[in-house]
């Protein structure tokens, strides 16, 4: 992880019961929706190559691998990234996976797309922000697309926030207690997992809230033009309030 600043709060936040939790909150109908997006607005075809960066558990990596893309997949979490590794080597798949903090990486060669999904840009402060999008604006080719989504923008969340909520996923209860600050504008949460069988496990996390201009203007800052903003991928635009953003931006030719 960072060796010279202090390791962010939500770096392990994947680490232990959410780990599972994420996967089993994203239905298969939003990733192939997903996928078909990223092809589409991409314009990727065989051969192309694509930087996924926090990639998860891969579905998105091992997805455009299956459709002949040469894909770059980045995470901190080394069992995700063991996981898609086996599986990419089990299916002879081009995926070069990679272990490491995103903010301090540093890509090798130029992508045709860039990618970074499943709301991960909320977990930075500002600085790193700027990091994270001058790296992205560096190894995006002249042209090529750089796609994200978000949850937890400010046209979003001054909508749609709540101090307290609970679920069961799996068998487990899920429990999030949410507060408010100002300077820097964030949500300051506390989950709370409590499994059927076994210790429950507690865990803090933090959301930066940034609007829809703060981010297009820091992404224009480092060579990436916002082109679109979708609420549903490929079929609809987004509009105040709904629940999650794609943003689509190009890099300046």
Known sequence: MRSSQAENINSRFFD???????????????????IDFLIDKGQLKPG????D?????????????RNGIQVTAVDN???????????SQRENLVVTCIEDDVIGYEPTGIFDLVICLGNNLSFFTREETEKLFSTIGSHTKQGGIFIANSWTIAE????????????DVNGLRYLVDNKFFFNPTR????????????AEEK???????????????????????MRE??????????????????????KHQ
């Open 16 to 34: 232990g019961h959410y780990k599972e939790i994420w996967r089993s909150l994203i239905p298969d109908g939003l990733t192939k929706a997903e």
């Open 48 to 51: 192309d190559k694509v930087l």
């Open 53 to 65: 960066l926090m990639c998860g558990y891969g579905r998105h990596a091992l997805a455009l691998a």
């Open 77 to 87: 979490l080394g069992a995700y990234v063991n996981e898609v590794r086996e599986v």
């Open 156 to 167: 979003i969340v001054f909508k749609n926030f709540v101090t307290r909520t609970w679920s």
């Open 187 to 198: 949500i300051e949460s506390e989950i709370t997992m409590i499994p059927n069988n076994g």
């Open 203 to 225: 865990k803090k996390t933090v959301d930066y809230i940034y609007s829809v201009n703060e981010t297009e203007n820091t992404m224009m800052k480092f060579g990436l033009s």
């Open 229 to 250: 903003i979708r609420s549903i991928p490929g079929k609809k635009k987004f509009t105040l309030g709904e629940p999650r953003a794609y943003f689509v931006a190009k």
